[in-house]
């Protein structure tokens, strides 16, 4: 028992219990002294919030801030071991590599919750008519496949920064280990507090959350704007920690123009995270005071303007797909070279597209507004500047596409996924610009075509990624390769499943249907469609499950790796033992030729350092 | 650099004005042959020829970049010698590439050995043949880049991919649709083919191990690729808003229709003839002008045969507008496209298209059916304004009371007390929802707006529906 009690996320987890409790009983106890009836809204908000902080208390996210507060001195993040063993991960870390599985953990399981959500209003979208959820019940369900996934994407872009960042660049941690590790857990009571709101009332204006609407939905909506504003936050917090660390500690020699291509990605959207995430928290905020404190922000009875939220919550929430997307391109960029055996063709342009298209993002947001009735000439500039994205996309397209070309392709799990990742993020850019083109949005906006179109960017641009990162470092993580056979089943298996499944939204969504129905009318014609998406729906979900047994049967059966076995030229892998050692490299190294010269005989892209350095 | 190491006594001379590059290149020299390597700099072009004549260095690395070495003085003397020399061109601006040279003397035989056998070969052919064999390669993927755009395309415009196109403004945006579809098959079909291709034609084979083609950049190809999209996305802009300015097209006649939307109905009213329905009646070729406005969240006004969408607002400052010329008789729908909670996938009413002629006819229609009995004219006010999507009449539970019985019963309010449903309780029941709660019913479900949007007479006939419904 005294062992299971040492363990973080417990005594975590009994804090956000005891926060909870502290918060209901707080305002209620108030209420009741001024003779006040109870208000379960007000009460419930509280307690969330409160939830969430006494869970930092408990896991030990404030301890150290606390004894240097006191005056006192702790450890240095250097000194600070870990428990060993698999127990690590479920407690209060400060080793990059220990907080990026657990960022992995986090996001692998939402990514379970948020798939089977879309099981259920898949299975009752099968056929027209109701039958066996209720409208509410759905209504809560797309909303919570929506922002669930969100924060699980969120959480996997941070595993692969947190981990893979100070690794590449030849970093001992991030610039904040403490910060790091706070920023991981403030999203575990988040994600506990986001599934509270199915058991709240659920909420039913999708994950958009639109005022009026979300004004007047049930107490779910509020659970949704507590964890997304503390979810924003570790967002926050771990964007600045990536940028400092990415400017601040790389390896001697390691010039910008040298660093790998996917730190350049996590640059990028590192500076989207920190600068846009107060967007939404702001937005989701007004929300929760108009409801709360009847603040008529968006409520036009009050003087208020349900428009002005949408221009906040686009201001984050479209740059916040680039947010999804430029890690996962960065990961394409950094696998591609070494499975073609060829340099990546135009570094520093492909570097210089995800920063342009980083800014450019920021000035596309009400391109999600062309029908809700904002200034109409708006809608002019702001397709130009949405079709612009395609200039940078552009560029990492055709970028690929010459790396690929005359390449010596060797076809292994990873590198299928990578090929995988560059079709389906085109044809999800390629629909793009039918939505970015106002007369042809005028139909499509609110569409299956939308649904279409996303699932097709973040496959591509995430999905598929991850997978592929997963296979690739998998054994720097745990010293044994997964199994190719189930790999390759898994890839074959959702591939042509998700394509199915993706050109079924388009179709029916450019013959008429609406995003966000339960039901729909079996005189538009798009039944058989329908049945066959979700067929393919459960496909796509049994290839996870196939990726889920390789993932745990091979951390112990799995072929053991030794040494570099992708030859890569990466830093990682040349010169370090899997699974990596603690505080990663223990001899520095020099960078002393170009990260992706594949190809070029004799050349080194790192090389440690003599003990005696020449100066 | 070179698989040929100079031996066995390696005397390398390094060629340029950049101490940067020079300190940098004898550090790497050093490093790779090791301590028997003997390594000298020079500066100028002078300098380096004589050392060439007097050293007799086995490697020349010469910075391609330094402007005062003499590249073609330099190769000049480089081609007059005889002893067996190689000289590396090495360049740090252009994407790295190095020329070398390498100059030896053969006998007749080894000359014929050197000529035969492919592994003797100087790395420096390799890309020649290699230019042309890839030229091929282009050709055959540019070729198959067309068909591929072509069979696409076909199949994307054979299939049906749009509803019935049903109004005047549907006509640009289709047009507009065939554009990008084309587009669309075009990227797809170039990104896809190139890297099929490679992928097929290029993969490693079993038992090969070698690395792939060594290029790494080309600024003016990148060049090309930017600003050949930027100006195909500036044009496809251009063309979007000239297609937008063709659908906002006003006629300075147009019939108005007041598009009301509530959780979850639509109403239509008809200000010139007066007339409020829950269908909406368009004669055809005759553009409408809808002003758009909510009771409550926002909704979207969308008939997919009319393509043009717009969403309604709450707030009275708020109304929008929306022109829209049917051309195509027929029944449709209108459906709500924005989330508006619990039933909007049922938020739909018909749309119907008719001759002016039989317009007129179901106008007048309309108009003689507001009769003289109070409850006839309730049943039309309620259901013309959406009631019934809440409150059945029939005894069927929904999201409000059914109307069926509820007149004369006596109720628990909220508060604990108790009412009786007579006339007074349904006029404050319907003009402030919330003021009398009954108990087990949630607040603010009802819209507040109807004592505004519904006039005291139509109340008082909508209670004496009520009443009948016994």
């Known amino acids: 028992m005294k062992n299971f009690l040492s363990i973080g996320f417990v005594t975590g987890i009994i804090g956000q219990i005891v926060g909870t409790a502290i918060g209901i009983g707080l305002l209620t106890g108030i209420r009741a002294m001024m003779g006040l009836a109870p208000k379960s809204e007000p009460a419930a908000v509280l307690g969330a919030a409160l939830g969430i902080i006494g869970f930092m208390i408990g896991v030990g996210g404030f301890r150290d801030w606390f004894t240097w507060a006191k005056g006192e001195d702790t450890y240095e993040a250097e000194e600070f071991h870990d428990r060993p063993g698999v127990i690590r991960y479920w407690g209060y870390s400060l080793d990059h590599k220990v907080i990026g599985v657990q960022y992995g953990i986090l996001s692998l399981l939402l990514m379970v919750l948020g798939g089977t959500f879309a099981l259920i209003f898949r299975t009752e979208l099968a056929q027209s008519g109701m039958q066996f959820i209720s409208l509410d019940f759905f209504n809560t369900l797309i909303g919570m496949h929506g922002m669930v996934l969100i924060i699980s994407i969120l959480m996997g872009i941070s595993a692969m920064s947190n981990y893979l960042v100070p690794l590449l660049i030849g970093a001992k941690d991030m610039a904040f280990p403490r910060l790091n590790a706070f920023g991981f857990w403030l999203a575990v009571p988040a994600s506990v507090v986001i599934v509270a709101a199915i058991f709240t009332g659920g909420f039913d204006t999708g994950w958009t959350g639109y005022p009026p609407l979300s004004a007047r939905a049930p107490l779910g909506m509020q659970m949704f704007f507590v964890a997304v504003f503390f979810a924003g936050w570790s967002s926050i917090i771990g964007a600045l920690n990536l940028i400092v660390t990415i400017l601040r500690m790389r390896a001697p020699g390691m010039n910008m123009f040298r660093m790998p291509i996917f730190a350049w990605a996590v640059l990028a959207t590192s500076l989207i995270a920190l600068t846009a995430t107060q967007l939404i928290g702001t937005s989701f905020q007004m929300v929760s005071f108009q409801r709360l404190f009847g603040m008529g922000f968006f409520d036009p009875a009050k003087g208020g303007n349900p428009l002005l939220f949408q221009h906040l919550f686009w201001f984050y929430s479209h740059p916040a797909v680039y947010v999804f997307i430029l890690p996962g391109l960065g990961i394409i960029s950094e696998l591609l070279p070494v499975f073609v055996r060829k340099p990546l063709f135009g570094y520093k342009w492909v570097a210089m597209s995800s920063m342009g298209i980083a800014l450019v993002g920021f000035l596309v947001w009400a391109h999600h507004m062309f029908t809700s009735g904002m200034e109409e000439y708006l809608r002019v500039p702001f397709m130009y500047s949405t079709l612009l994205v395609a200039v940078p996309t552009g560029i990492k397209f055709f970028s690929w596409t010459a790396t690929i070309w005359q390449g010596r392709m060797r076809f292994a799990t990873p590198m299928l996924f990578t090929l995988g990742a560059i079709v389906v993020f085109l044809l999800g850019g390629l629909t793009g610009p039918p939505l970015g083109t106002v007369a042809t949005d005028l139909h499509l906006h609110d569409t299956y075509f939308v649904v279409g179109h996303f699932h097709d960017t973040l496959f591509g641009g995430y999905m598929f990624p991850l997978f592929a990162a997963i296979y690739f470092w998998y054994p720097k993580i745990t010293g044994r390769r997964m199994n190719e056979t189930l790999g390759k089943i898994h890839f074959y298996l959702m591939t042509p499943s998700f394509l199915v499944m993706t050109f079924g939204q388009m179709a029916v969504g450019l013959l008429g249907m609406r995003r966000r129905i339960a039901d729909y009318d079996p005189a538009q014609g798009f039944q058989t469609t329908n049945l066959i998406v979700t067929i393919a729906a459960f496909l796509i979900a049994l290839s996870i499950l196939i990726f889920f047994i390789n993932l745990f049967v091979s951390a112990r059966k799995g072929e053991v790796a030794e040494g570099n076995i992708w030859e890569s030229r990466s830093p990682e892998w040349a010169l370090l033992p899997s699974p990596a050692p603690e505080h990663n490299y223990a001899q520095p190294f020099n960078v002393v030729g170009d990260p992706y010269d594949y190809g070029l005989k004799g050349s080194k892209y790192v090389e440690t350092a003599p003990q005696q350095a020449a100066d | ?470």
């Not at chain 2, 042309?132 to 755009?149: D, E, N, P, R, W």
């Not at chain 2, 022109?323 to 739909?348: N, Q």
């Not at chain 2, 309730?378 to 013309?384: L, P, Q, T, V």
Request: with cysteine.
């Open chain 2, 1 to 470: 650099m070179t698989n040929s190491t100079p031996s066995p006594e390696n005397k390398i001379l390094i060629a340029s004005a950049n101490p940067l590059f020079l300190k940098g290149l004898e550090k790497m020299v050093l490093g790779r042959y090791g301590e028997s390597a003997r390594v000298r700099a020079t500066t100028t072009t002078s300098e380096t020829l004589d050392l060439m004549e007097s050293w007799q260095p086995s490697l020349v690395i010469v910075d391609y970049d330094d402007k005062s070495i003499s590249r073609a003085e330099f190769l000049h003397q480089f081609v007059a010698g005889d002893l067996p020399m190689q000289v590396m061109l090495v360049s740090l601006q252009a994407s790295g590439a190095v020329v070398v040279y390498d100059r030896r003397t053969l006998t007749p035989a080894q000359a014929q050995d050197w000529l035969s056998t492919p592994q003797n070969q100087p790395q420096s052919k390799a890309p020649i043949s290699r230019r042309s064999s890839s030229m091929k390669h282009y050709v055959f993927a540019g070729a198959l880049v067309l068909v591929l755009t072509f069979l696409v395309d076909l199949v994307l415009s054979v299939t049906r991919l749009l509803p019935v196109q049903a109004s005047l403004q549907a006509k640009p945006i289709d047009r507009l649709f065939d554009i990008e579809i084309v587009a669309i098959s075009f990227l797809f079909s170039l990104i896809v083919v190139f890297i099929g291709y490679s992928l097929i034609v290029f993969r490693r084979k079993p038992g090969q191990d070698e690395d792939g083609a060594y290029f790494k950049s080309n600024n003016p190809l990148e060049i090309i690729w930017t600003v050949i999209p930027l100006g195909a996305v500036i044009g496809l802009s251009y063309l979007g808003a000239i297609t937008l300015g063709e659908t906002r097209q006003a006629d300075p006649a147009p019939l108005e229709i007041k598009v009301v939307a509530g959780q979850w109905f639509w109403r239509f009213e008809y200000p010139e003839y007066g007339i409020v329905s829950d269908k909406m009646y368009m004669p055809v070729d005759k553009q409408a002008k809808l002003t758009l406005t909510s009771m409550d969240v926002i909704h979207s006004f969308w008939v997919p045969e009319f393509r043009v969408k717009q969403d309604l607002l709450p707030g009275e400052n708020l109304v929008r507008e929306l022109r829209i010329t049917p051309s195509l008789l027929g029944e449709y729908k209108v459906r709500c496209a924005e989330m508006c909670g619990t039933s909007h996938a049922y938020m739909e009413s018909p749309v119907i298209v008719v001759s002016q002629t039989d317009f007129d006819a179901w106008v007048q229609g309309e108009l003689a059916a507001i009769g003289t009995d109070p409850a006839a004219r309730g049943e039309r006010w309620a259901k013309n304004n959406g009631c019934q999507s809440c409150h059945s009449v029939d005894g069927t539970p929904g999201v409000g009371p059914t109307w069926q019985g509820l007149f004369g019963q006596s109720v628990e309010l909220m508060d604990g007390s108790t009412v009786v449903i007579d006339d007074a309780y349904l006029y404050t029941a319907i003009t402030s929802p919330n003021a009398q709660v009954v108990k087990g019913s949630t607040p603010n479900v009802m819209p507040q707006t109807y004592k505004d949007s519904i006039s005291d007479d139509q109340i008082a006939d909508i209670i004496a529906y009520i009443k009948s419904l016994q």
